[in-house]
């Protein structure tokens, strides 16, 4: 039987739904978004949406989905069922959640356009099978040597935008350590954390790459077909708007670098990288010292590489029950469109990694 969301009478909510039996395409019947977050060394991350649908934005941020994703509260919950209706529809086979909090994040990022929301979904479920090194086994537990590393820090205080700073620090990996696909796994994992608060899915979120430290070794470890990889799943295979992406502390061959990920770049994310070099006045230009660490010259205390990492361990369970499954796609014949091809980069590999050699 297909599910339907049905109103829930008498709520004081406005916008509560119940999925009246929802279909779970792994027939374990419906995941919810898990237990809510806990103030973590002082620092309150936003809790994850119950999993009875229930509007959490504030009037300012219903005006700005209204305004910049095209969401509209009376229509949001129609929205949502005319995209599960398409799931069902279309990809009968998906083994994929279809509660309304997890739909409205493909429908926000792609501003409630269905097509692109459904094609978004599929990107979503295909990058795992593209990419199993990545998705095999994902769960916060498996990463704690990155975190413990510092190499990914999510900074405790929004930017005057609502914006949460996702704080990478490249340098502080070596190519002996571990190989470089944890990495791209505790990226995926603090992202997956951060796109659950309604009020990421509206403001998005800030990158803030700090390339201290990061020489020949680092820069040339990834390739391009690994950089085509991470770029396609965050540009297309992932409900999340990266708002802004500011590199510091860049060395000579990050022009080499960025001629890796360039080619793979839509021209509207390209135009969001901002290189600042070693001048804080200039990050601090977008990034105010409210929200920044000591470290980058601002005035929130010392960069706490505890604190993120708990609070993805403390989701283990929920991340064990989201990736820890059965391939979603099993019986499913993806679009041309899901391909992540690689040939094109791997014959420039070459050239590009002489580039790096040179700046260097």
């Not at 809510?36 to 002082?42: D, I, R």
């Not at 593209?130 to 990155?146: D, G, I, M, R, T």
């Not at 914006?163 to 796994?185: A, E």
């Not at 992406?245 to 061959?253: H, K, S």
């Amino acid at each position: 039987m297909a599910g339907r969301a049905v109103p829930v009478h008498g709520t004081d909510c406005g916008c509560a739904w119940q999925i009246h039996k929802q279909p779970m395409a792994d027939q374990n019947g419906h995941i919810d978004a898990g237990p809510s977050l806990e103030q973590v060394g002082g620092m309150g991350f936003p809790a994850p949406p119950p999993p009875i649908y229930c509007c959490t934005l504030t009037p300012e941020l219903v005006a700005k989905a209204r305004e910049e994703l095209q969401e509209k509260p009376e229509w949001r919950l129609r929205d949502v069922q005319a995209l599960r209706d398409m799931i069902l529809k279309e990809q009968p086979n998906l083994r994929t959640r279809l509660d309304d909090a997890f739909l409205l994040r493909f429908l926000r990022a792609r501003k409630f356009d269905y097509d692109r929301a459904l094609q978004l979904l599929l990107n979503y479920h295909g990058s795992r099978r593209a990419w199993p090194e990545v998705f095999q086994n994902l769960k916060p537990s498996s990463v704690k040597h990155v975190l413990d590393l510092g190499f990914l820090i999510v900074l405790p205080r929004p930017d005057p935008q609502g914006r949460y700073i996702l704080c990478l620090r490249p340098g502080k990996w070596k190519p002996n350590d571990y190989p470089f696909v944890d990495n791209i796994r505790a990226i995926y994992l603090t992202l997956e954390k951060l796109i659950q608060p309604e009020e990421t899915q509206v403001n998005g979120i800030v990158i803030l790459v700090d390339y201290t430290g990061v020489g020949l070794s680092q820069a040339s470890n990834p390739g391009p077909l690994l950089a085509k990889k991470v770029v396609s799943i965050l540009q297309d295979g992932f409900p999340i708007r990266i708002k802004a992406v500011n590199i510091i502390n860049e060395p000579r061959i990050f022009k080499g670098i960025f001629a890796i990920i360039k080619p793979f770049l839509k021209e509207k994310m390209a135009e969001r990288y901002v290189l600042h070099g070693s001048d804080l006045s200039s990050l601090h230009r977008v990034i105010p010292h409210s929200v920044l660490p000591e470290e980058y010259g601002g005035v929130a205390g010392r960069l706490d590489m505890s604190a993120w990492a708990q609070t993805l361990l403390e989701a283990e369970e929920e991340f064990v029950v989201e990736f820890c499954q059965p391939d979603p796609l099993d019986g499913v014949v993806l679009p041309d469109s899901m391909l992540y091809e690689g040939e094109q980069a791997e014959d420039s590999y070459r050239s590009l990694r002489s580039q790096l050699y040179y700046c260097y």
